[in-house]
């Protein structure tokens, strides 16, 4: 059931708005703004923690036309700041739906604006570079608005992991699923014993993890390296996750401890981390890398994988310089996409290889972790 759109207001921190019509939550929001270009995958954009203090606009111009079931989320529940479409589709069909995409925003309490130009805004925010924004629902007061957008903070610095990561560790057993017929995958006997870092992690990450013969016990961000070692692990998982990689400082003193003790895979923020810890820098990108259709290239192989994105950050290539080989750049704007250390067993990715939502080009690499644990 459509319900009715009251107007809404995105301000930017630079003072650009534009207007639309709510669909979710009546209420306000604010965070970075972004775009994704991934042109189905919703779901798993909206409830992956990476995007956590981000309100996120999707490139594609329809979105909601398959609704959302209870299965396919990457967290517990939908993660952004706020949700912004061209259109959204108020009639959803999908044998597998449970509910439309506006019931699943309100109900948690997730605000979100359709109706405005969204390749304008895109365009925006490539010229400009992503920026604070809020939305403002059944607000006509724009002077007041646009003096509230100011204030917003950047994303430089801040530390959103606490927010997302688990209290308490946790064991997971459950793999991938199949859709012919619809069951769950039977999982390898497990071989391996993975520690995995929760900075923001991806259901699905755990699932691939499983599939490759893992036993997999996820512990907090802040889990001292001592402690970790203890659980006596073939190998440690580091997780993707929000925020500024550099401001996770407990994370990077754990890493640094752990580096050369035990192999390391790290994903997206992972990778940023298990770099810093390294000895590398990161930077913060324009507007980032977010969609299910990035491509890059692996030097190793010279083949290019299409691959799923979300991050705002980046290693600084020149700064790997004698502590990492790079592996994979970015084919877009050539920037870092993964890094080895062999002597030290540590393999990261600045890209989701899991294909939650994007493609399958790159799930060789859970089984390159597992192969990276042998004795």
């Given amino acids: 059931m459509t319900r009715k759109q009251n107007k809404a207001i995105l301000v930017l921190k630079d003072g650009t708005h534009f207007e639309g019509a709510s669909f979710g939550y009546e209420g306000d929001a604010s965070g970075e703004v972004v775009f994704n270009t991934s042109i189905v995958g919703y779901q798993e954009i909206l ?21 959302v079931n209870l299965e396919d989320v990457e967290s517990a529940k939908p993660q952004v700041a706020g949700f912004i479409v061209k259109e959204y589709s108020g009639l959803h069909s999908n044998f597998r739906a449970n509910m439309s995409l506006q019931d699943y925003l309100v109900e948690n309490k997730i605000t979100a604006m359709q109706g405005i130009d969204t390749r304008a805004l895109v365009r925006h925010l490539r010229t400009r570079g992503a920026m604070p924004g809020l939305i403002a629902v059944d607000e006509s007061n724009l002077k007041k608005l646009k003096e509230r957008a100011k204030r917003l903070p950047s994303m430089d610095g801040q530390d959103l992991v606490p927010g ?3 209290k308490k560790p946790f064991g997971w057993k459950e793999g991938t699923w199949s859709l ?19 900075f923001g992690i991806k259901e699905n990450i755990l699932r691939n993890l499983v599939d490759v013969g893992c036993e997999v016990t996820v512990v907090p961000a802040d889990m001292p390296a001592e402690k970790v070692l203890e659980m006596s692990p073939d190998g ?3 997780s993707n996750g ?3 990689p550099a401001a996770v400082t407990y994370a990077i003193d754990n890493v640094k401890k752990l580096v050369g003790k035990v192999p390391i895979f790290g994903i997206c923020l992972g990778h940023q981390i298990v770099g810093l810890a390294l000895g590398a820098k990161t930077f913060k990108l ?19 994988e299409i691959t799923a994105q979300n991050h705002g950050f980046a290693v600084d290539a020149k700064t790997m310089r004698g502590i990492g080989e790079v592996t994979h750049v970015n084919l877009n704007d050539n920037t870092v996409a993964g890094f080895q250390n062999k002597e030290k067993k540590v393999l ?14 790159s799930l060789y690499l859970f089984k390159q972790f597992r192969d990276m644990m042998e004795p």
């Fill in 47 to 67: 409830t992956d923690p990476s995007y956590q203090g981000q309100i996120v606009t999707m490139t594609y111009p329809m979105i909601g036309n398959y609704g």
């Fill in 164 to 166: 997302v990561s688990t």
């Fill in 180 to 198: 012919t017929p619809q069951t769950k995958r039977a999982a390898l006997k497990p071989t391996r014993k993975v520690v995995a870092y929760d």
């Fill in 236 to 238: 440690v998982f580091l």
């Fill in 242 to 244: 929000p925020g500024d």
């Fill in 286 to 304: 324009k507007f980032g890398h977010r969609g299910g259709n990035q491509p890059v290239k692996n030097l190793l192989t010279g083949q290019v």
């Fill in 348 to 361: 990261a990715v600045q890209y989701h290889p899991e294909a939650s939502p994007g493609p399958h080009d």
